[in-house]
């Protein structure tokens, strides 16, 4: 799998979008890594992981062809990750010599209620599919299975198992701590990458619905002693929000200590 990361903050961004805070200023005038859009991964050029509104800056920006999107798995409805009215743009006369139409728009119930409410309005070439918990689906060379985040209490929010031949992937964002359930079936897995959320980064602030550094290193850590990740694993920190208050580099130190790495927008993860 070849993975770029090219979202990695959280619903605001970062700088965050109205804010003046010390923060934001310093990653403004710092720039480079700092400058962080909202959260997305696009695998093997045709798979996309979410639809956040900063997909049409994504596009350019790192040289990607939606164009040649076959499927799409969204996370959940909450619309830094679910920009629902880029959908309109699928089809003519905003879209042309699309390569692999019908696009496949997988995810929960409600996520795949508003693209079909849109698809019966317009004629969009795309396809819905519906996951169901811990129910593998196909796309393309790849195995998806949906595992039930932590998040939003009337919505059954996903991440994702990515499996190709060789390598497994976590892709977990916008979750808390997992539940029972959701753990011991990670535990049958054994990852090559762990790409995962840090939205609080080391902040002393108890979440449900997101996790902090601390909450990083205990999934890790209960993985690691069922097999499921050792030191040849990479585990990647992502989906950051502004106001943990350090700037690439600084958390990056951090995070080094315990051997993990502090993504960055337009990120490359080969595995």
């Known amino acids: 799998m070849r993975i770029q990361l090219l979202g990695t903050a959280a619903a605001e961004g970062w700088p965050a979008v109205f804010c003046g805070c010390r923060t934001c200023n ?3 005038a710092a720039k480079g890594k700092n400058i962080r859009t909202r959260q997305s991964a696009q695998i093997d050029d045709v798979i996309k992981i979410d639809l956040p509104p900063d997909t049409h800056y994504h596009q350019f920006h790192f040289g990607i062809r939606l164009s040649e ?51 019966t309005r317009e004629e969009l070439p795309i396809e819905t599919i519906t996951l169901r918990p811990f129910d593998p689906v196909r796309a393309d060379h790849l195995k998806f299975t949906p595992i039930p985040a932590r998040h939003k209490p009337d919505e ?20 808390g701590l997992y539940d029972k359930q959701s753990m011991e079936y990670l535990l049958g897995y054994r990852f090559d990458v762990i790409i995962i959320e ?14 902090g550094f601390e909450g990083v290193l205990e999934i890790r ?12 694993t990479r585990v990647v920190l992502t989906h950051f929000s502004h106001n943990i208050g350090l700037l690439h580099d600084e958390f990056a130190e951090i995070a080094e200590r315990e051997g993990v ?10 595995t």
């Open 69 to 119: 999107l076959k499927h799409l798995f969204i996370t959940h409805s909450h619309d830094d990750h679910f920009a629902v009215a880029e959908l309109h743009y699928i089809r003519p006369p905003f879209a042309y010599n699309q390569s692999s139409v019908p696009i496949k728009i997988y995810g929960n119930p409600t996520v795949i209620k508003a693209v079909d409410s849109i698809k």
């Open 261 to 270: 790495e502090v993504a960055w927008d337009g990120m490359i993860i080969d």
């Open 156 to 175: 059954q929010c996903f991440t994702y198992v990515a499996q190709s031949d060789t390598s497994a992937v976590l892709f977990a964002w916008d979750t």
């Open 221 to 232: 850590d209960t993985l690691a002693k069922s097999g499921g990740c050792d030191s040849h």
């Open 26 to 28: 310093r990653a403004r």
């Open 198 to 211: 840090c939205t609080q980064g080391t902040l002393q602030m108890p979440s449900r619905m997101h996790m």
